[in-house]
């Protein structure tokens, strides 16, 4: 099975970055979803990280190392919009295996 | 492309009846997800069809139930339902399983 650990809330101020982490145990592994979720909303994608490193998207950059089950969110020149539930997912390896969501990290944005 | 759909948005049911709900996956994605996303537990996996079979099946009692139709449109049911069934219904589809686009959910109160 997968086990998945993310801080349950943050709160960081409006142009600043924050970063989002994420552990995770897995007995077999491909991937590592992030999605973002608004108040009442569904989850959108973020990003896939399959390799070690960072991806960047904008203001949004993924990182992951897989030796040591980590992968962190790191949101740059953040905005009020910013505010929501980010939810880490691990995508496990052996056939065809059902993604794992974490339980999310609620973020809030303040002025 | 339209997104993924699901109906109804909104639901409220009474103990012990049962409810059906919709998912129209993207056009051209045969996997189809349900998760159960309740505010203590986050995403919870129910289950996975892809091509009109279950591939992947969560912990949840034999109350919940899907099928999915050669259209990839898939419903789920719950049967004698329980006041903490009250949760979102999201459904996801994929291509293969594995990045997920979420329709809005169901909303279900049961009362």
């Known amino acids: 099975g997968q086990n998945i650990d993310q801080p349950t809330e943050m709160t960081a101020t409006e142009g600043a970055i924050v970063q989002i982490n994420c552990t995770y145990q897995?007995?077999?592994?491909?991937?590592l979803f992030w999605y973002q979720q608004h108040a009442g909303e569904a989850p959108t994608f973020l990003s896939y990280n399959v390799l070690d490193g960072l991806e960047e998207k904008g203001r949004f950059s993924s990182f992951l190392s897989r030796s040591k089950g980590y992968s962190y969110l790191l949101l740059k020149e953040l905005q009020m919009k910013d505010s929501a539930s980010y939810l880490c997912?691990?995508?496990?390896?052996?056939?065809?295996?059902?993604?794992?969501f974490g339980t999310g990290t609620k973020l809030q944005v303040i002025p | 492309k339209a997104g993924v759909t699901q109906t109804p948005r909104y639901l409220i049911k009474t103990r012990g009846q049962q409810v059906t709900l919709s998912c129209s996956p993207i056009?051209?994605?045969?996997?189809v997800s349900w998760y159960q996303q309740t505010p203590g537990q986050g995403l919870q996996f129910l289950f996975e069809y892809f091509s009109e079979t279950q591939r992947n099946k969560g912990n949840f009692p034999g109350r919940f139930s899907g099928r999915q139709f050669s259209n990839s449109r898939s419903e789920m049911n719950v049967s004698t339902l329980e006041l903490g069934d009250s949760a979102l219904y999201l459904c996801?589809?994929?291509?293969?399983?594995?990045?997920?686009?979420f329709g809005p959910g169901t909303r279900l109160t049961v009362l």
């Open positions: 897995t007995s077999g592994f491909n991937g």
């Open positions: 056009s051209g994605h045969r996997s």
């Open positions: 997912a691990v995508h496990p390896s052996g056939g065809y295996q059902k993604v794992t």
């Open positions: 996801a589809s994929s291509l293969y399983g594995n990045e997920q686009f």
